[in-house]
């Protein structure tokens, strides 16, 4: 129990303190004499993080000081108490004001009239008495400090100090209505219709540790409501006759007696209307200032208080970190991974041979702490270009080097591609600059599998756009759930009482009950939102099994209906390694042309430090989700490896690459060689080809590849587009006829001057792809599957870059020699523009309005034959394993109707001729 916490300066000057309970002003004044000027005291000497201590009759004092600015900390308690967590309340306390205040107080001559400080101690002691488990809560103390408590509060006549940290008010509260239920004196009812309220509802719940106050005990043994003695001697004369009555049911299975008064203490309706929404307990008060702040132009941010705190608590530790490192010592936020280093000596230059060993341990620390082996692969990958080709001097440059290296991995990964500016977008919407566009509502939707917080989230982000004053419908599209509606209705209920307590927004609940088509809902509840002139339209969605297509199939004519703008999937932190399939399933389940847009991790509080499945479901994201599948970037540069400085366009290299069909002879009479490495790049949404053998179909077209990053202004020349079959190796043991098969490869660019052939991350769309550890053969670093677990290729782990392995004669065209070389570090990541993007699609779209459409046109008959055996066209053509969205197939169904028509019309022929 803290009675006291003040802080001053050496001069006696106080800037800020918080009583809990009465404390002499002379007990600190003891503290200043006979320690800071008379030295007359020999205080206990604190060692480490452990503070002195000095005692003045009953109370213990504890002190830190920041002799750089001449302030005194002073933490007071009773010395019968022992209070484990003060020591560490007063290095945190010391290092948060002074961080804040730290300007302020080394200005000369300056004077801070009011230091705001008490948000920052309250969270420092709720945080440290949970962690220390509230051991001060079954302390004896507890009823005479809260008998104290009370007394100074009758005495004064005025508010009642701040609430002791190690103490629960509730228990005074809750004696208090106990015993005001028993002062009052309600009219005599009769007995019949009074029903027998069980002691738990009426009396105060026992506090921690089963300890109730004195009052509460002798109220809860006492009688509720005594109004005669005749009522007395009544219940005394029942109590011994009472015997359990039987109940009598009748033919039809009903009670004789309804007895639901007696059984139902659930709360009635304030209005005592039978409307839907049963009202529930009072919203407690939400004050905005704990929530967020408003910016300049209004808008509501959201903050946290103790992600501030903590910020400001690792900068402090990270710098002791740093300065305990000029012995040698090894950080602590990377101690572990650090560790794995230790044996590598200075003075030498790292090679692939010395990080071998200690990656492959830092591989398996990153998978303990859930991040799945893709991710981990990736970082190892990232850490080991980092390291190669250094020379160390001592072990502090090696961890320096490694934090370095790992930092820049992830924020490889966990950087966003784009910006996600809510607010700007929903205002760009509702308020169109253009007179031309129409208002319409911004619509965002959740989706993700079964229970990882998608209504939770979706009131969060609801309070959020409430606090900003828009005018938000939410949508229950969980039309499956049981309860899932009712959910909704409870928080849309506590946020229309906070929106009209603050004046802010305005919220409404659209749903139309259970089993209805969750598409038809939600296309219902976007027409309803613009009608009504709602800003901004949340829709729910049920929870579903990614890899269940049956249930992800109906997210396509969900997101056509819908058409929202913002799709966001919640995945929890639970998850691990799973989040990687959840993200790719979600986000090819909306159809073409239409993906996720980001992720929302939950309940990060129940994984402690292992969030691995923050950076490898970024990882997922970076992978294609938050992009166009034809927008990508593929650019080569080189880093000569001596000077590590140089960078420069790569060198192109000396095979022919002039357009020519496989088999064919140029004019030396050689067959052309093709380039045989083909790199996998997941920051390319694009396949690219050097050579025009590779090519099974092939358009000729004019366009070009840019630099990703800006590097280089240089844009290499696309002369064409087409589709490749690509014959593989299935796996580095493998032999005979069925070691080989094919990656097709569709969309694929042609690009003579780049260095090698491009597998981008539309790979993941038709293929899963999946990168292995470090295996003890070393020969593989992953493989490519179809949907069925079939393997079509694997990564060779010979090469320095992830590469499949192409097959030569006579299966594919002749190869020749590698253009990579040994002493060059090369970087894949070139960018297709959307402006040359565009003139693919106009190009396409004249190709095919030149030559008509290839699709002939159904007749009614063949119309109506469709809808009556199939539904229509679609789920015809998905019988057969086509797509509506292709012309071909379009065609070759077109076929199979016509067919089908025949032989039935034959066969019914044949019937009526029998």
Request: charged share 25%; proline share 4%; aromatic share 8%.
């Amino acid at each position: 129990m803290l009675d006291s916490f003040e802080i001053i300066t050496s001069s006696g000057v106080v800037l800020w303190s918080r009583s809990y309970a009465p404390v002499g002003a002379h007990v600190i004044n003891s503290l200043i004499n006979d320690v800071f000027i008379e030295e007359k005291f020999q205080q206990e000497a604190g060692s480490g993080t452990v503070a002195p201590r000095y005692r003045k009759e009953k109370y213990t004092l504890k002190w830190k000081r920041a002799k750089d600015l001449g302030l005194i900390f002073v933490a007071v308690y009773q010395s019968l108490l022992h209070l484990t967590w003060i020591d560490e309340l007063l290095e945190n306390i010391k290092t948060i004001f002074v961080e804040i205040y730290n300007e302020q107080l080394k200005k000369p001559n300056s004077r801070i009239i009011e230091y705001r400080f008490d948000k920052y101690f309250d969270q420092q002691v709720k945080e440290l008495e949970s962690a220390a488990g509230k051991a001060v809560e079954g302390s004896p103390s507890l009823l005479i400090e809260e008998k104290k408590d009370t007394l100074v509060e009758a005495d004064n006549g005025g508010p009642p100090p701040p609430p002791i940290p190690g103490l629960l008010p509730a228990q005074r509260h809750a004696a208090r209505a106990v015993a005001n239920s028993n002062e009052s004196s309600p009219s005599q009812t009769p007995e019949t219709s009074r029903p027998a309220t069980p002691n738990h509802i009426i009396t105060a719940k026992a506090g921690p540790g089963g300890r109730t106050s004195r009052r509460a005990r002798k109220a809860a043994n006492s009688s509720a409501n005594v109004s005669s003695g005749e009522d007395t001697i009544k219940k005394a004369k029942n109590a011994k006759s009472a015997v359990k009555k039987m109940r009598k049911w009748d033919s039809e299975g009903f009670a004789d007696e309804d007895n639901g008064e007696i059984l139902d203490y659930s709360a009635s309706n304030v209005n005592g209307s039978e409307s839907e929404e049963v009202a529930g307990p009072p919203v407690e008060a939400v004050d905005q200032d704990s929530w967020g702040t408003k910016t300049k132009k209004g808008q509501f941010v959201l903050k946290d208080l103790g992600d501030e705190v903590h910020s400001i608590l690792q900068d402090a530790d990270a710098a002791k970190d740093r300065a305990s490192m000029s012995n040698g010592v090894v950080g602590s936020s990377l101690g572990a991974i650090s560790g794995l280093f230790r044996n590598i000596v200075g003075g030498k230059v790292l090679t692939k041979a010395d990080l071998d060993k200690p990656l492959k341990a830092m591989e398996e620390h990153l998978l303990k702490k859930n991040v799945a082996r893709e991710a981990a692969v990736r970082l190892c990958d990232g850490v080991e270009q980092e390291l190669i080709g250094k020379k160390t001097g001592s072990f502090q440059s090696i961890d320096a080097a490694l934090r370095a290296a790992m930092e820049s991995s992830l924020r490889k990964i966990l950087t966003p591609t784009s910006s996600l500016d809510l607010l700007r977008e929903i205002e760009a919407v509702t308020s169109p600059s253009n007179s031309q566009k129409q208002r319409r509502p911004y619509v965002i939707s959740i989706v993700g599998v079964n229970g990882v917080g998608k209504s939770t989230n979706l009131s969060k982000i609801c309070f959020f756009l409430l606090q900003n004053n828009y005018r938000v419908l939410i949508a229950a599209c969980d039309t499956f759930r049981s309860g899932a509606v009712e959910q909704l209705r409870v928080h849309a209920r506590n946020l229309k009482e906070l929106s009209a307590r603050e004046n802010v927004g305005q919220v409404e609940l659209y749903e139309k009950g259970y089993g209805k088509d969750a598409a038809n809902v939600a296309k219902d509840a976007v027409a309803y939102a613009a009608v009504n002139n709602f800003d901004v339209v949340l829709i729910d969605t049920a929870g579903r099994r990614h890899n269940d297509q049956r249930l992800m199939s109906s997210l396509e004519k969900f997101a056509k209906f819908a058409q929202p703008d913002k799709i966001f999937m919640v995945g929890e932190a639970l998850v691990g390694t799973d989040s990687v399939m959840q993200a790719r399933n979600f986000n090819q389940a909306f159809g073409t042309g239409r993906k996720l847009d980001g992720f929302i991790m939950s309940k990060c509080d129940t994984v402690g430090d292992m969030v691995g499945a923050l950076v490898t479901g970024s990882l997922a994201f970076s992978q294609g989700v938050s992009w166009d599948p034809l927008l990508v970037n593929i650019n080569v540069l080189k880093i000569t490896a001596a000077s590590n400085t140089a960078m420069e366009d790569i060198d192109i290299p000396s095979w022919d690459s002039r357009s020519h069909q496989m088999g064919s002879t140029p004019v030396d009479g050689r067959y052309v060689l093709c380039c045989p490495d083909w790199v996998y790049s997941n920051v390319s949404n694009v396949h690219v080809a050097k050579d025009r053998a590779w090519f099974s179909e092939y358009i000729p077209f004019e366009s070009e590849l840019l630099d990703a990053y800006g590097i280089s202004n240089k844009g290499m020349p696309v002369l064409g587009i087409g589709t490749v079959e690509l014959s593989t190796k299935r796996s580095p043991n493998q032999t005979g006829q069925d070691s080989r098969a094919v990656l097709h490869l569709k969309n694929v660019l042609r690009c003579p001057s780049i260095v090698c052939n491009i597998l981008g991350f539309p790979l993941d769309f038709d293929y899963n792809v999946s990168f292995g550890g470090r295996e003890a053969h070393g020969r593989s670093k992953g493989s490519i599957k179809k949907s069925d677990g079939y393997r079509v290729a694997y990564f060779d782990a010979k090469f320095q870059f992830l590469q499949v392995r192409p097959c030569g004669p006579p299966y594919g065209p002749p190869l020749g020699a590698t253009g990579f070389r040994e002493d060059v570090m090369y970087l894949l990541s070139v960018r297709w523009p959307e402006s040359e993007k565009k003139k693919w699609q106009s190009y396409q779209a004249e190709t095919v309005a030149a030559r008509g459409s290839r699709c002939p046109q159904y007749t009614p008959e063949e119309k109506a034959w469709l809808k009556k055996h199939y539904g229509g066209e679609f789920h015809f053509l998905r019988s057969f394993c086509l797509t509506i969205y292709n012309d071909e197939d379009r065609e070759e169904g077109w076929y199979i109707v016509r067919a089908m028509m025949e032989a039935r019309s034959e066969e019914d022929e044949g019937e009526g001729a029998i």
